[in-house]
Structure formats: structure tokens, C-alpha cells
């Protein structure tokens, strides 16, 4: 007892206490830190010319935040992951994709297929599925600098593009989950933002290039690297466009007016505008008036008629009228504290809700995608049905026999 007593005496334990941590911290003392050995990947874009896979990584230098330096490596190779370690070669450094924000996706990639990228990216490189999901126009290397430069000089994110577009297109963040969700799904339709990169200034778009960012040519490449400020600035340009996947390729391009007409079928989606002509009753003269949608309520119900799918959808929007340009306005426009809903004015936005709708269905029937969801809805509330219907028509036209119905209840927001 005495010589266990001896043994773990107070001093004793302190001791060894020491040497156990001596023995455990002196080699984190010599370890070198994680940004001397791995350089932090913000964005990653990729895209193939001819049989060449080509990538851009922008990446956080050292003891900067986002908003400061982000300098771009380019590499290319045979394959996607020939073409990273080109990049980790000319960064001398392994690239760590935690923080990878956005993942953009070249046109020639994307026509291709991107299921093979996005599964390397995220399996092998561990990119969140959460990072937002882009498709770009233009040269590779030129749209990633443009971005780390808009990042620095503008303070304005692909990240805050897409958050912003998720309120107005379809209702649906852009990111690699959901693109995901629906290439495994049953009609495979992924959509994703569409920005371009333009020579010349353009509404809604932002000039980069003029910053400090730095870009460097990977040793895959066999390029010289260049500063940004020697080129002419580029724009970055985005007006809601989408770009529409089916099992994994670009099938389609969705103009933004399009995007609007779709978005009556979504009941996520609740901003946006409507814009009617000829208004004219006791308050409005031959008016062009602008409504802004403060509220949307989208009610879908399926059924069969003689073998054939039925779609009733009943839209419930409140509005407030917003802009209201006519040739000779009188005095009743600027009275305050009135009903600037005038049934007319009702009148007109049901007819052009129910055109544009008629219009969207007839779009997504031409080009044979469903990016409204109709599948989904007749697959989970008339299973059987639409089951042996798939069986007689196939899964590419589907969508031909819908037979559409339109409801619609307009109120004030005032």
C-alpha cells in the first residue's frame, strides 16, 4: 500500500501528467499549419474542349476572408482528376473543397453530361451538396476570374445570385442535392441558373476584371498565368435564364419570360409581377398597369376523364397595384385610400394568368420537360391510373393528353 501511495504521490502526478503532454503537443508544435499545406477552394468550375477536361479553382489566399484576395489556378487533363491535381501541382498544395461555395458547369461539360463530375466532386473531393450549382458561358478560365473578381471589387457573390434567383425561378435553390433529387428522380429534370460572360457592358450585368485578383496557369495546362488588369473587363450577365438538364445534359434554355409564365404553377414562388394592357373602366384610361404579387397560394388537383390526366390548378394571388402608365391619367388616380382593384382591372390579370399558363404547359409538351412537377403529382394522388397511363403513352410524352384547368381568385394586398 505504501509503495502505491509512493507511486501516485500528488507530485508524482503532476509529473506525469507533464510528460504526457510533452509527448502529445511537441509534435503539433512542429506541424505545419493547414493553409501551408492545403489551399481553400471557394469555387470550382469545369468544362471540356474537344477530348480535354479543363478546370478552374478560385481560391482563398492565406489570411484574407472572401471579400479580399482570390486568386484563380487553371489546369486541364485526360480526365477531371488529372486535370485537379494539375492545379494542386502548380499550387503546391492538396485543395481542400469544404468551403467550396459553387460548383459552375461549362456548356460544352454540360451537353456532355455532368452526373460523372458532380459524383467525383462531391464523393472523392467531399464538396457539400449543399454548394450552389451554376451553368456558364464562355471561356473557362476568363468566367472564373470574372467571378473571383466581382467577389473582391463589387462585393457581390455567384453565392447572392443564387439566393436571390431561388425567390423568383421556380422556387428552388440551385444546388447539387436538388440537382441530384431530380436526376434520380422520374423524368430526371434538374434546372440550374444560366450567366454568361460578356465583352461589353449589358443591363444586369457587373464589370469584373479590374481587381486584384490573380490568376495563374497550371502546369497541366502548359499556360502562362497573367494579371486580370492587363485584359479588357469582362461582364458578368444574368437575367434569370435556366438551364434545363434531362438525366443529367442540357436539353433546354428557359428565357426569363417563360420562367415567369411557369412560375403561376409553383406555390413556393410568391414574387413577382404582373403587367396587363387596355385596362379601362371608371379609374383607368386604356392603361398599361404593373401588379406586384405580395402573396401566392397554388392549389393542384389530379383526375381522370375517359382515360385522360386532368390537371386543376386554382391560383389564389393577392397583388397591389405597383405602376400604372396611361396617356391622360385623371384626378381619380391619385386619390389615397381607394380601390385601385377595379373589377376590369381583376378581369385583366385572370385572362393573362390563364394565358400564360396555357402557354407554359403547351412549352413544357413541345420540348417534352416537366419542370412543373406534373409527373409528381399525378404519380402521388393517382397512382394506379397514372401508372397504366405511363404504360400506354411512355415517359417522353406524357405530358401530350394533360388536360389543363385554370382557376383564379385575385384580392387587394391595399
Known amino acids: 500500500m505504501k509503495k502505491l501511495k509512493t507511486i501516485f504521490s500528488p507530485r508524482k502526478l503532476v509529473l506525469w501528467l507533464c510528460i504526457v503532454l510533452l509527448v502529445f503537443t511537441l509534435p503539433q508544435l512542429n506541424a505545419k499549419a493547414m493553409s501551408q499545406t492545403e489551399a481553400i477552394v471557394t469555387m470550382m468550375f469545369v468544362d471540356k474542349e474537344q477530348d480535354t477536361i479543363k478546370v478552374s479553382a478560385v481560391v482563398l489566399a492565406p489570411g484574407q476572408d ?16 488529372a486535370a485537379v491535381d494539375s492545379v494542386s501541382l502548380s499550387l503546391g498544395k492538396d485543395m481542400g473543397f469544404a468551403q467550396c461555395q459553387i460548383m459552375g458547369l461549362g456548356d460544352n461539360i454540360c451537353k456532355d453530361g455532368v452526373i460523372n463530375v458532380l459524383d467525383y466532386m462531391t464523393r472523392t473531393k467531399k464538396v457539400g451538396r449543399n454548394a450552389g450549382l451554376i451553368n456558364f458561358s464562355g471561356k473557362i478560365d476568363e468566367f472564373a476570374q470574372a467571378t473571383a473578381d466581382v467577389n473582391t471589387s463589387k462585393n457581390l457573390s455567384l453565392e447572392e445570385i443564387i439566393n436571390f434567383d431561388k425567390r423568383f ?13 431530380g436526376y ?3 423524368t430526371g ?30 502546369g497541366g495546362s502548359g499556360s502562362g498565368g497573367g494579371q486580370s488588369q492587363s485584359k479588357p473587363p469582362k461582364y458578368l450577365f444574368y437575367d434569370g435564364t435556366m438551364s434545363v438538364f434531362k438525366f443529367g445534359k442540357t436539353v433546354n434554355t428557359i428565357i426569363p419570360t417563360m420562367v415567369d409564365k411557369l412560375n403561376y404553377f409553383v406555390d413556393k414562388n410568391q414574387t413577382g409581377s404582373i403587367t396587363v394592357e387596355g385596362v379601362n373602366d371608371y379609374l383607368y384610361n386604356n392603361a398599361r398597369v404593373v401588379v406586384n404579387m405580395a402573396n401566392k397560394k397554388v392549389f393542384t388537383f389530379v383526375s381522370f376523364k375517359d382515360g385522360k390526366p386532368n390537371l386543376d390548378v386554382s391560383v389564389h394571388i393577392s397583388v397591389m397595384v405597383e405602376e400604372v ?7 381619380k388616380i391619385l386619390r389615397r385610400n381607394q380601390e385601385f382593384l377595379t373589377p376590369e382591372l381583376v378581369k385583366k390579370i385572370k385572362e393573362k394568368i390563364e394565358s400564360d399558363m396555357h402557354e407554359a404547359l403547351d412549352y413544357c409538351k413541345q420540348n417534352k420537360i416537366d419542370v412543373i412537377g406534373v409527373y409528381k403529382h399525378f404519380n402521388a394522388f393517382a397512382y394506379k391510373k397514372w401508372k397504366k397511363y405511363i404504360q400506354q403513352t411512355g415517359k417522353d410524352n406524357f405530358l401530350n393528353d394533360i388536360d389543363l384547368h385554370i382557376t383564379t381568385l385575385i384580392k387587394s394586398e391595399f
Open 325 to 331: 402608365d396611361e396617356e391622360n391619367p385623371t384626378q
Open 189 to 218: 429534370i434538374g434546372i440550374i441558373p444560366k450567366i454568361s460572360l460578356l465583352d461589353k457592358p449589358y443591363k444586369n450585368s457587373v464589370e469584373a476584371g479590374q481587381s486584384g485578383g490573380e490568376s495563374a496557369g497550371a
Open 66 to 81: 472572401r471579400t479580399k484576395n482570390q486568386q484563380v489556378y487553371n489546369g486541364e487533363g485526360e480526365t477531371l482528376s
Open 184 to 186: 434520380f428522380g422520374d
Open 169 to 181: 425561378i421556380l422556387a428552388k435553390n440551385s444546388n447539387i442535392e436538388l440537382f441530384y433529387m
